[in-house]
């Protein structure tokens, strides 16, 4: 006769220690308040398990040397009511640098946190190590470093930046961000950041070197190098793949950027391509080469779907090698744009009040009337 009593018993030992293990796991994952639990970062980042989701309430924190190493976890900050950060860390120019990232998987993230204060060490603000973690929503403002990377510094790692700011910030390579070497499968990215008013030697926004960044709908204005790459310097070497610094650069914007010798917006150096697709690259200066891109011989900027125009200071607005498909407005000036211009033809007229009436609420309303009405006759 067969034993059901001993099937039986068996099930219910199993479900017994399935039901053990996913009770641990559940209450292993805890939300640690800063200050509430621990009055430091680094005493909440420390008491943390994978899993675990450290929340840091609104205010400045005046901390430096934060270390991140090996922890699935999430570091969020508090927002203000418009979405941005209301948590600040500010290391008043203490300390090597603000925080460090190693070894870390992109289940990691760190959330609306503005990093601020780091002035005059040879490290960036935020540095990263073999880190292939999120950033979302962060700030990286006023940071001043001689080395590499003024806001972030990442070493042979993939990050995620999303909905990021690099401001004002200052080194020798890479104002905003400096890469050195991807050296793994996979390469940083960028959506929807912006690189505002930071300043290097080679590249004023970024500098990357041997890497293969991918960035979406990013916008770089008002940037500075006092040699090559006012917002985007790259340099990349043959000797491997991985380290090729083929770059893609997706409906990005380039205004306003400036570079003394070459590459108002871009500069590719020594090995690589730079990938352009959709984008606009105007009011760019640069002294020597390429008042919007430049591109040595052993480098390619291929543009496709792009608009390059009104940048100044050379001959020519892209310099070097090229690659231009036929979809790319390149001109000496811009368009002129008008408001009430709806469809974009030069006038307003009664073809844009009737495309406002057509569309009324969807998405047009009395706004826009008046724009058309106000701006009657040929653009200028």
């Known amino acids: 006769m067969y034993n059901w009593n001993g099937e039986i ?14 009770t641990s796991t559940f209450a292993a994952a805890a939300t640690i308040d800063v200050p509430g639990d621990f009055p430091t970062i680094q005493q909440a980042i420390d008491a943390s398990s994978d899993g675990d989701v450290v929340e840091i309430a609104a205010g400045t924190y005046h901390d430096s040397d934060i270390v991140i190493q090996q922890k699935d976890i999430i570091l969020r900050g508090a927002t203000h009511a418009d979405g941005l950060p209301a948590t600040t860390i500010d290391s008043q120019g203490g300390g090597k640098y603000l925080m460090s990232l190693g070894d870390l998987q992109d ?16 490290w960036a603000a935020v540095i990263m190590f073999h880190a292939s973690h999120r950033m979302i929503n962060c700030t990286f403002v006023d940071n001043h470093c001689t080395g590499l990377g003024g806001g972030v510094y990442n070493l042979n790692g993939s990050p995620h930046f999303i909905d990021c700011r690099f401001m004002d910030n200052t080194a020798n390579w890479g104002g905003g961000y400096a890469c050195w070497e991807t050296g793994q499968p996979d390469h940083p990215s960028f959506l929807r ?3 505002s008013g930071n300043t290097a030697t080679l590249g004023g ?4 070197f041997r890497s293969s960044p991918v960035l979406t709908e990013c916008v770089f204005t008002d940037n500075i190098a006092t040699e090559r790459g006012g917002a985007f310097f790259n340099e990349g ?6 380290w090729f610094g083929d770059v893609v650069m997706d409906r990005c914007v380039f205004e306003g950027n400036t570079a003394a010798e070459s590459g108002g917006a871009v500069s590719n150096r020594t090995f690589g391509t730079t990938l352009i697709d959709g984008c606009t690259i105007s009011h760019n200066v640069a002294g020597i080469l390429g008042s919007a891109i430049s591109s040595t011989d052993v480098t390619m900027a291929i543009l496709t779907g792009s608009t390059v125009c009104s940048n ?4 020519g607005q ?9 979809t790319n407005v390149i001109d000496e000036d811009c368009p002129v744009e008008c408001e009430g211009d709806i469809n974009g033809d030069g006038t307003v007229n009664i073809t844009d009040l009737l495309a406002v009436i057509g569309s009324w609420g969807d998405p047009y309303d009395v706004s826009d009337l008046l724009a058309v009405i106000s701006g009657w006759g040929a653009c200028e």
């Open 9 to 22: 018993t068996i099930v219910r030992r199993t479900l017994s220690i399935l039901a053990t293990t996913l």
């Open 107 to 122: 289940t990691t993230a760190i959330e609306n946190i503005v990093f601020t204060g780091a002035n005059g060490q040879s």
């Open 193 to 195: 950041c912006t690189f």
């Open 205 to 208: 926004a970024i500098g990357n």
């Open 237 to 242: 070497t043959d000797c491997c793949e991985r």
């Open 312 to 315: 100044l200071g050379t001959s």
């Open 318 to 326: 892209i310099d070097g090698p090229m690659d231009l498909d036929g």
